[in-house]
């Protein structure tokens, strides 16, 4: 007998075994095929800018950007995306903000190699995904929350974010953020909450109501955080945002639409945030489109205080798209800003073109800032292949100083 429950009891232990090794080569297997079967990105951005401000010397930069990545196969919903990013400057005539090339103009595109993305990713449920880990965040046009995707290096966030569509037409965000990697490839600690809730019911009309709490964690200042012009610690600046935006597109003919938005935010402060921090935002814009051309017109303004020594601040977005390509209002005044801006776009033979003219004034006073015109001429040769010619130039009133920025690129995605 004892034999018998001797032998019974190797064989239960090397069947054990047998299916403890089985199950992890079964999952070694797994993550194998997560791996090979998944999906490797490329993209290779060379770029020649060019940027003149008054009082500086003229900047020259000619920078690399690329980006290598790989999107894991799902597995029972869960996947993985690690993206590395490496940018080279192979002419450095330029003050990065990080290189102490304070005499030359401008241009805050520093060398860098890092982990640009990653993240685990869950959709398992319908109409629901999670993700954790580094991440980009762009929310609707990126006027508040953006991945600055223009600059070599775009800003990215250590981040948990929920996206879920509980009705067809229903759309719910959130994310708490608690590291942003900025432009600059610093790390400014965070205390971050995004949160949205968007309607759809039609091409007619988008409606959607949102609320940001900003909260910088620094204990000194970061020169690539988000300013405010106000004086005191690191967290002087923070602030939380809450607004609603409507928007839509309405066919006037079967070739002619009007596509219009209207905004409203006001901000307040938060987490150490200075009392000053009372401002208003609201936007105004339609237009006319027929399929190869299209008019905007629209007027936008980033509110003040009352005593004019705060303005409206989007600290999270990306704000080159917003209030001048020269950048010169990437900070908002303390007496804030109004902008009226008209934008005509067209495409002529697959030539996408585009003019912007800017009117900028105080909000607090009425002062005349000063006005810009950027021009753009771009063109995609595949689905892979683009490139363009971009031109800046602001004329300085009474803010700022004259600027004037010009970009040619290539770029390739694969």
Known sequence: ??????????????????????????????????????????DFRPRYEFMSQAGKKDAHAFTVQTLLGLNSKPIAGFSANLQFINVAGIINQYNSLRNN?????VIPDPDESNINQAYLQYAGIKGWQLRAGRQEINLDDERFVGAVGFRQTPQTFDAVSITGKPLEDLTLYGAYIW????????????????????????????????????????????????ACFLAGNARVCNSQTLGVRVGGTIPLSPALKLPYDLSYARQLPYDGGSAAIHASYYHLGAGLAIPEASVH?????????????YGFQTPLATKHAFNGWAEVFLTTPSQGLRSLYITAAGNIMEIQLMAIYYDFRADHGGAHYGHELDL??????????SAGVQFADYRRNAYGVNTEGAWVFVDAKF
């Open 1 to 42: 007998m004892y034999s018998l429950q001797k032998k019974f009891t190797h064989c239960a232990v090397l069947s054990t075994l047998i299916f403890t090794m089985t199950g992890s080569w079964a999952m070694a297997d797994t993550l194998s095929d997560a791996i090979t079967q998944g999906q490797v990105h490329l």
């Open 101 to 105: 090339k304070t005499n030359y103009s």
């Open 179 to 226: 590291r942003i990697k900025n432009i600059l490839n610093e790390n400014v600690p965070s205390q971050t909450i995004l949160s949205e809730i968007s309607w759809s019911p039609s091409a007619l009309l988008h409606a959607q109501a949102f609320a940001y709490w900003y909260g910088n964690q620094a204990h000194s200042a970061i020169p690539g955080a988000a």
């Open 376 to 385: 753009s001429v771009t063109r995609g040769f595949s689905r892979h292949w």
């Open 297 to 309: 017109v629209n007027y936008m303004v980033m509110g003040t205080n009352r005593e004019g020594s």
